[in-house]
């Protein structure tokens, strides 16, 4: 008897849903064109988060190279044993100055950042209020943490500030991603920092998709609208725009000093990996010197986006270079992505649980280093694939 047939059953069971996934292998660098396993033809990319085309650059490898020579690769230890090294505080020192904050710590990921932000800081007695589409890195860390949650929609803070003047509560927490990664709409942080004032709370702000894109320096959405000095914790995914792995965080020194004497997801993991370091801050200091790469972000977006409006596509309330189109049936969203594909263009197609049944889309990714050319053929693959069917034509 196979013990794991009630696997197979499931996965059957989402493959007849339009929710198996499966992994695609690239075998170029990640950039705005990249080629496939088993596929002779190049793909224009739109759906990396590879926003600012730092995966593949130059400097950025050679500052990797010239780690490897001086650190060698792995950290070999936790950061509390032998595995703080150099780089690394390098890389705190570095984000703490660019945050304005007291300090920072770096993890391995978002993930882990998240989950040891929240499942360590707010304890029992406190609650945790999450925007109902933060990441799930934010909430599975809430869930697992010992104060109580509740979540709040972004169109209606009410509830958020009914949940904050209930006395009962020891500390109050407000988390909340700066720009949403399904829908690419972004956080009222002005509000936000309002109530938080009003109800002496902690405001915690996951700026993964806002880091390096806005900003007058890249330091993100809080910096965009003025309000970095107001964000009690930030947490800064280094995925992104950074095109690194791991993730900062930065705050008060007590905040992470408490980090790193009490948080399991930060001792008990090997140190990143030093070369990571080194990447790191080669990709920083041109997101800091090159405020052009944002600008042509920003262009590329807003450009794309127009092309999208006129055909009638549903585009949600994205106002930054993440751009939905809200297809809804899974199975209509795969076979848009695979037509687009056979055409030249790769956008994976997201589904549940990832973003609310019925909502599935193609969750379309702008590059800085995307031409009009790329960006008016994708508009065109799009109207031709549609034509003469209601797929994504919601709004005409």
């Given amino acids: 008897m196979d013990k794991f047939a009630f696997l197979q059953e499931q996965l059957r069971e989402l493959e007849s849903c339009g929710l198996l996934r499966r992994l695609l292998c690239v075998e170029?660098?990640?950039?705005?064109?990249?080629?496939?396993?088993?596929?002779?033809g190049e793909k224009v990319l739109f759906c990396s988060n590879n926003y600012l085309n730092l995966a593949e650059d130059k400097r950025v490898a050679a500052a990797v190279t010239a780690a490897?020579?001086?650190?060698?690769?792995?950290?070999?230890?936790?950061r509390l044993i032998s595995g703080t090294m150099k780089p690394h505080l390098d890389v705190e020192s570095t984000f703490s100055e660019f945050f304005g904050t007291e300090s920072a710590l770096l993890f391995p990921s978002g993930w882990t950042a998240n989950e040891a932000v929240l499942k360590t800081i707010p304890q029992k007695g406190d609650i945790v209020l999450l925007d109902r589409f933060d990441h799930a890195s934010i909430i599975d860390a809430a869930r697992a943490g010992g104060a109580e949650f509740r979540t709040y929609r972004p169109d209606n803070l009410d509830r958020l500030e009914k949940f904050l003047a209930i006395k009962k509560y020891k500390r109050r927490f407000i988390v909340t991603e700066s720009v949403f990664s399904m829908d690419g709409n972004a956080a009222?942080?002005?509000?936000?920092?309002?109530?938080?004032?009003a109800y002496n709370a902690v405001l915690i702000v996951d700026e993964a998709h806002a880091l390096g894109c806005l900003g007058?320096?890249?330091?993100?959405?809080?910096q965009e609208v003025g309000l970095l000095g107001?964000?009690?914790?930030?947490?800064?995914?280094?995925?992104?725009?950074v095109a690194a792995t791991g993730a900062i965080v930065a705050g008060p020194r007590t905040v992470i000093d408490?980090?790193?004497?009490?948080?399991r997801a930060f001792i008990y993991t090997t140190a990143p990996a030093p070369v990571t370091c080194a990447a790191i801050s080669a990709a920083l200091k041109i997101i800091k010197t090159e405020p052009q790469r944002r600008e042509?972000?920003?262009?590329n977006a807003e450009y794309i986006r127009t092309g999208l409006g006129k055909l009638g596509a549903d585009t949600g309330k994205s106002t930054t270079h993440i751009i939905p189109v809200i297809i809804g049936p899974s199975k209509d969203t795969l076979r848009i992505s695979k037509d687009l594909y056979d055409r030249g263009f790769f956008i994976a197609a997201i589904r549940p649980p990832t973003v609310p049944e019925g909502s599935a889309r193609l969750r379309i990714s702008v590059q800085s280093d995307h031409t009009k050319e790329q960006l008016d053929g994708l508009v065109e693959a799009i109207e031709e694939i549609t034509k003469g069917t209601s797929a994504i034509l919601r709004c005409r």
């Fill in 230 to 241: 107001e964000i009690d914790i930030i947490v800064a995914p280094l995925g992104k725009a």
């Fill in 258 to 263: 408490y980090l790193i004497n009490k948080a």
């Fill in 188 to 197: 009222d942080l002005a509000r936000l920092a309002g109530l938080k004032r």
């Fill in 68 to 78: 490897v020579k001086r650190y060698g690769y792995g950290g070999a230890a936790s």
């Fill in 216 to 222: 007058e320096t890249g330091a993100g959405l809080a």
């Fill in 28 to 40: 170029s660098a990640q950039g705005p064109v990249v080629r496939f396993e088993g596929d002779p």
């Fill in 296 to 299: 042509r972000l920003k262009a």
